[in-house]
């Protein structure tokens, strides 16, 4: 197994959170195996019945549907894996019918709300230094700065977390208002960044007693350690700046994205274009946003119109 959990880090590039989830899956997998059967998991053994029962028990653990999914994507892609390496011929994953995924809309903020949210840092600063008035305690803009640069860069590029996390500076074209992006497996992808964007950005780094180096990250968790932010940190600081804005806290970075792409479409931007710039693989990925507009198209027809 750890052949493939280095294959999954070094050859494709996957975030820490599916190497996390897929040992999970197969360590549960291969406990299970060997309580039912008393005996250890024999990769190259196993039947399509064992993933039967093995789905089966899980039904009986009233998982959710996206919860065995995730499960059995990383048997499959391990089986995938096995078969590459010529380790087994065929997959015994392959033909279990899975629970079909519910439909779920992706949510998003308002255009209002997303503004809102992108001026909270700088509101919070203004905050915090007012109540430090007439102390001797100065607060630091550049956390501040740079939190607002983040969310101005995740809304403006409909960036991932990893991807912004693992941003160089070098990666960033100003002029051209372009981003040369590292997505998942190693694809690289190309995204026009906005005027908002590349001057938060510019404002942040002209407060770093030195700004990045060409081949540095462009937001660092620590300025003296020049190292870079992440995912928690980022997730953390944004729970603070939906609060202040009275906004759901749990709303994840991800949720930045689900907007970007959503106020695209809304606007009109076609979808083979969003697409490219979310970086999917797949237009079916992507289309799920075209049902966020036009569930609301409706909702405002039924609420509007006088015969609806």
């Given at each position: 197994m750890e052949l493939f959990f280095r294959f999954l880090s070094d050859e494709k590039d996957a975030s820490l959170y599916t190497q996390r989830n897929y040992r999970q899956a197969l360590d549960e997998f291969a406990k299970w195996h060997r309580a039912a059967n008393e005996s250890p998991v024999r990769w190259g053994e196993l039947e399509r019945n064992d993933f039967r029962l093995f789905l089966r028990q899980l039904g009986r653990k009233e998982l959710s549907q996206a919860a065995i999914r995730l499960r059995f994507s990383a048997l499959n892609s391990f089986y995938k894996f096995l078969m590459r390496r010529g380790l087994v011929e065929s997959s015994p994953v392959k033909g279990v019918t899975l629970p079909k995924p519910a439909r779920r809309l992706p949510q998003f903020l308002t255009i209002d709300q997303m503004n809102a949210l992108l001026d909270a840092p700088m509101r919070e600063f203004e905050a915090e230094r007012a109540a430090k008035k007439g102390t001797k305690k100065k607060v630091d803009a550049v956390p501040y700065l740079r939190d607002q640069a983040i969310l101005e860069t995740i809304y403006s590029c409909g960036l991932r977390i990893g991807e912004i996390c693992r941003m160089l500076a070098g990666e960033i074209e100003p002029d051209e208002h372009v981003v040369n992006v590292h997505g998942k497996g190693k694809k690289e992808r190309q995204v026009p960044i906005g005027r908002a964007a590349v001057e938060a950005i510019r404002l942040y780094w002209e407060r770093l007693a030195k700004p990045p180096a060409l081949?540095?990250?462009?937001?660092?968790?620590?300025?003296?350690?020049?190292?870079?932010?992440?995912?928690?940190?980022?997730?953390?600081?944004?729970?603070?700046?939906?609060?202040?804005?009275?906004?759901?806290?749990?709303?994840?970075?991800?949720?930045?994205?689900?907007?970007?792409?959503?106020?695209?479409?809304?606007?009109?931007?076609?979808?083979?274009?969003?697409?490219?710039?979310l970086g999917h693989a797949n237009l079916t990925t992507t289309q799920v946003y075209t049902h966020v507009t036009t569930e609301r198209i409706k909702r405002a027809y039924d609420e509007a119109h006088p015969r609806a």
């Amino acid at each position: 197994m750890e052949l493939f959990f280095r294959f999954l880090s070094d050859e494709k590039d996957a975030s820490l959170y599916t190497q996390r989830n897929y040992r999970q899956a197969l360590d549960e997998f291969a406990k299970w195996h060997r309580a039912a059967n008393e005996s250890p998991v024999r990769w190259g053994e196993l039947e399509r019945n064992d993933f039967r029962l093995f789905l089966r028990q899980l039904g009986r653990k009233e998982l959710s549907q996206a919860a065995i999914r995730l499960r059995f994507s990383a048997l499959n892609s391990f089986y995938k894996f096995l078969m590459r390496r010529g380790l087994v011929e065929s997959s015994p994953v392959k033909g279990v019918t899975l629970p079909k995924p519910a439909r779920r809309l992706p949510q998003f903020l308002t255009i209002d709300q997303m503004n809102a949210l992108l001026d909270a840092p700088m509101r919070e600063f203004e905050a915090e230094r007012a109540a430090k008035k007439g102390t001797k305690k100065k607060v630091d803009a550049v956390p501040y700065l740079r939190d607002q640069a983040i969310l101005e860069t995740i809304y403006s590029c409909g960036l991932r977390i990893g991807e912004i996390c693992r941003m160089l500076a070098g990666e960033i074209e100003p002029d051209e208002h372009v981003v040369n992006v590292h997505g998942k497996g190693k694809k690289e992808r190309q995204v026009p960044i906005g005027r908002a964007a590349v001057e938060a950005i510019r404002l942040y780094w002209e407060r770093l007693a030195k700004p990045p180096a060409l081949d540095e990250h462009v937001f660092f968790a620590s300025e003296k350690k020049r190292s870079a932010i992440y995912p928690r940190l980022v997730q953390l600081r944004l729970k603070n700046y939906l609060s202040a804005c009275g906004l759901d806290p749990s709303l994840t970075p991800h949720k930045l994205r689900h907007s970007y792409a959503t106020h695209l479409l809304d606007a009109g931007a076609d979808l083979r274009s969003v697409q490219e710039m979310l970086g999917h693989a797949n237009l079916t990925t992507t289309q799920v946003y075209t049902h966020v507009t036009t569930e609301r198209i409706k909702r405002a027809y039924d609420e509007a119109h006088p015969r609806a």
